[in-house]
């Protein structure tokens, strides 16, 4: 069974970056796409940013879009998230995610990433 195993995060201040990794167990084709969501207690799920092995393809949240980056390292199954000019607002638990399709992490997608991590934490101080 796929596992991802996250780290990074923690606590930040305001301005600052934040670099989260995510392991993949193993790497079939269910899990060609890697990539993040973070929800706020109380608030909906959000899709950050996604990539996809197979055809290079990557997408990014708005609310992200210009100050994070994606990337990944095949040889290790190994996606990085990599957050600057971070804000109170970007507090969040982060959960890495694995799925077949890029589509998982589009806006409007009701059926979601088949495979997910823990979580962890991010805290941006003013």
């Known amino acids: 069974q796929l596992q991802l195993l996250e780290s990074g995060g923690g606590s930040v201040q305001a301005g600052g970056s934040v670099t989260l990794s995510c392991t993949a167990s193993?790497?079939?084709?269910?899990?060609?796409?890697l990539g993040w969501f973070r929800q706020v207690p109380g608030q909906e799920r959000e899709a950050i940013a996604g990539?996809?092995?197979?055809?290079?393809?990557?997408t990014y949240a708005d609310s992200v879009k210009g100050r994070a980056v994606i990337s990944q390292d095949n040889q290790k199954n190994t996606v990085y998230l990599r957050l600057n000019n971070l804000k109170p607002e970007d507090t969040a638990m982060y959960y890495c995610?694995?799925?077949?399709?890029?589509?998982?992490?589009?806006?409007?997608?009701?059926?979601?990433?088949?495979?997910w991590g823990q979580g962890l934490v991010v805290t941006v101080s003013p």
């Open positions: 990539i996809c092995t197979g055809v290079g393809l990557k």
């Open positions: 193993e790497y079939t084709y269910t899990n060609d796409c």
């Open positions: 995610a694995a799925d077949r399709f890029l589509t998982a992490w589009y806006p409007g997608d009701t059926r979601g990433p088949d495979t």
